[in-house]
Each structure stands twice: as C-alpha cells, then as structure tokens.
C-alpha cells in the first residue's frame, strides 16, 4: 500500500513540474514573441517612412539624386538621431583615412591645419618629414588662404581636410602666405606618408625630455619607446620626462593603455562600466619607466589622453600641469564596417579609471593650473618648446618632482646608514651579562 502512494505521489509530482514547465515557456516565448513582433513592426515602420519620403521626392523633386551622398546623409542621421554625442558615421572614404591615421599611413598633402581665429583661413600647425608639402616649401605658422580656387575662409576645418587629402596620384593646388606675407602657389599631387604620433626633443642644456603625443595609434607605444631609449641613452642621459598631451583626442583607447602599461607599475589601469556591470580592460605588468613624469595637458585633451593623465598621478608616477581636461570619460567602439564601405561608431560603455572613477563629464584636474592669458592663447601656435609658458611650467614642475624624488632617496639612504651604524655599535658593545662573566 505504502509503495502504491509513493509512486501516485511521483507521477503527480512529475505531471505538476511539466505543468509548471510549460507554463513558464509559454510566458518566456509570449514574451520574446511579443518582443520581436514589436522590434518588427516598430522597424516596419521606420522602413515604410523613409519608403514614403523617397516615394514622394523622387516623383516630384526638380533635380537630380545622388544615391551616394543620399544614403550617407541617412547614416548621418541615424547616428545623430539615437541620442549619442560621441556617435560618428564615416563615408567610405571617410573609414578608408580613419584606418590611415589608425595605421599612421595617411594619403594626402602632409599638413596639420587649424582654422586661425584672428583670419579665419587654414593655420599650418605641422608639416610631415618627406611629405608633399615639405618638398614643396610649406612650414608650420603658414596660412592656407585657397585651396584651388576655394576660399578656405569659408570652409569648415573638416571640408578643408577633406580637400587637402585624397586619393594617391591626384593633385591640388595650395595657396598660402607665410609670417613675412609672403604669398606661394603650388600644386601638389596627394601620396601616402608617415604620420609619426609623437615629437620629441631634449631643450640645450636641459635633462629633461619632452614628448609631445599627437594622438593614440598603433605605432605609439613602439614611438615612444624608441624615443626614450634615445633620451636615456645619450651621453647626457635625461632625467624626468614632460609629456605632451595638449590637443590629444584620445585616438585608440587601446594604445594609450599600452603606453599607461610602459609608464606605470603593477594594476588595473581601466574598466568598463556597462548596464551595472564592471569589466577589466587592461591592467599594467611590473615594468615601468623610472622617471619622474609630468603630463600637460589642456581643455581638449580627451579620452585616452585624459586615461594616461589621470594615470600618471594614481600610479603616483608625477604630476599634472595645465587645466582642466575634456572630460570624454565615455567608451566608443571601433568602427564596425557596412557593406558598402562605410562604418559606424558609438557609446559601449562608461571608462573608469585604476581607482574606479569616472571622469566623464568632468575631465581630469591638474595638480598646477597654468591657464593662458588672452594673449598667450592668440600666440598658442606660434610658441615653440622654448618660448610655451606652459612648457616652461612643465619643465619647472619636473625639476621639482626630480629634486623631492633625490631628496627622499638621500633621506632613506642616511636613515639606513645610521641604522647600520647603530647596529654595528651595538655588537661592538658588550652587554652586562657579558661583562660580568
């Protein structure tokens, strides 16, 4: 009898558990059904819309359609219309320099520009070594006043980029006048040429190295370290080291970690906050550069910069010097590629930093505040490494740190040899119960 009750009791409970089975699936496929029929019909109709819109014009608009610019201002306003400020649509050609500049391979006339405040035409800012414009005469401080027949005045900096770079074989016609106003006319043809990421130098009669870091790409770090085995090699070896962040808009997140890794000691140096959930990016190994470091920075230093900065003082490798920074704490993925050339690129994720702590919305501090006046800011472009007033502060700052870093080994020294001498006294000094034997 007892065994007939436990196998009725089994199979009511097995018959309860496919009961309960069943109806939790049928909740959990209601659910994704009816999850899927929205994301359907919601993408149905945004399809039928821009169906309709295209129907609409193209009966009646009065002129021609260039299917090619039309569906790259539809990406465009894709991106602009998910409510993402770090969300960015590259053309084909577009991508195609993204990975350029990604590589440090760029195809173009070899110039950095910036529109000059005081003119509105195309200040040059940097001429590439073997580039066009170099082999054409162009130097940094002149003024790109047309390019062709062009008024750059009226151009924005990303349309007079984009008339500068090209394909490779093609030419421009480049007008500009230099600090004596003096006017040159030239036309260069566009090739491929070495974006080097940093500059650097050791001032005459100075131990400390400057860095000057552009932007984050994939030779950086192998840039960086060259330059230090330069510096630290020489028969006057450098000492502490400034590096150069001003105008930095992070380029790849992923080797400005590399550098971090180069420069700081042992832990995490970057995470990634997404949806509550916190992932390591990258974390630092053992080796580390043993010099002082000072970073300057400005307001549009960015991302990956801001990361290296915000590093540099946790890892207590040294000081910041300039002000307060961008404040783009945010992750953007790479761009993922469409088939038809083009790419997308947006928010993935909150950046915090070894400690934690995100600097989005707020940038990264400096321990020294070296704002510039009205006037040093007109003159920003013109100041070399030894006439910047806030290199100057920077190279004054690492002076500093490199003297407190010698003062503190001096101590430690002194205070081991005086422990030594104690214990040697000691010994030489027998004790009571020595004597008294």
């Not at 959990?28 to 039928?48: A, P």
């Not at 990406?75 to 590589?103: F, H, R």
Request: a negative charge; one cysteine or more.
């Amino acid at each position: 009898m007892n065994k007939k009750i436990t196998v009725n009791l089994a199979v009511a409970i097995a018959i309860l558990a496919m009961t309960v089975t069943f109806v939790v699936t049928m909740i959990l496929s209601t659910q994704i059904f009816n999850s899927t029929v929205s994301s359907v019909r919601q993408k149905q109709v945004m399809y039928n819309n821009i169906a309709e819109i295209d129907k609409a014009v193209r009966a009646n608009y009065y002129g021609e359609i260039n299917d090619t610019t039309l569906y790259d201002m539809m990406g465009a306003g894709y991106m602009a219309g998910i409510g993402d400020a770090n969300a960015v649509y590259y053309t084909a050609a577009q991508y195609t320099e993204y990975k350029g500049i990604q590589s440090g391979k760029v195809v173009g006339v070899g110039v950095d520009v910036v529109k000059d405040s005081a003119t509105n035409n195309a200040r040059v800012v940097r001429v590439y070594n073997d580039s066009p414009a170099q082999q054409a005469g162009f130097e940094k401080n002149w003024m790109i006043t047309k390019i062709g027949e062009t008024d750059v005045k009226n151009l924005t900096l990303a349309q007079i980029n984009s008339l500068l770079r090209g394909e490779a074989g093609t030419t421009v016609t480049i007008t500009a006048t230099n600090l004596a106003s003096e006017t040159k006319t030239a036309e260069l043809q566009r090739r491929q040429y070495d974006m080097p990421s940093i500059e650097y130098t050791v001032p005459e009669g100075k131990t400390t190295g400057y860095v000057r870091i552009y932007t984050f790409n994939s030779n950086t770090e192998k840039e960086l370290q060259a330059a230090l085995e330069d510096m630290t090699g020489r028969e006057t070896p450098i000492d502490s080291l400034v590096l150069d962040v001003r105008d930095n808009d992070g380029g790849s997140l992923t080797e400005a970690m590399d550098v971090i890794d180069m420069l700081c000691p042992v832990g995490t140096i970057a995470s990634q906050e997404k949806d509550g959930e916190v992932t390591v990016l990258d974390t630092s190994d053992n080796k580390e550069v043993q010099l002082p470091i000072v970073v300057l920075m400005n307001k549009s230093t960015a991302a990956g910069a801001e990361l290296l900065a915000d590093s540099i003082r946790i890892f207590e490798k040294g000081s910041l010097v300039g002000v307060t920074t961008a404040g783009k704490g945010s992750i953007t993925c790479e761009p993922v590629a469409m088939t038809n050339g083009s790419a997308v690129s947006f928010t993935i994720g909150k950046l915090l930093d070894h400690n934690g702590e995100s600097f989005d919305g707020k940038g990264v501090s400096p321990d020294v505040e070296v704002p510039l006046t009205v006037e040093e800011e007109r003159n920003y472009y013109n100041y070399t490494v030894d006439s910047d007033p806030q290199i100057a502060k920077a190279f004054e700052t690492a002076s500093l740190l490199l003297n407190r870093q010698q003062n503190q080994a001096a101590s430690s020294e002194a205070t081991s040899a005086a422990g030594s001498e104690a214990g040697s006294a000691s010994q030489a000094q027998p004790s009571s119960d020595s004597a008294a034997q």
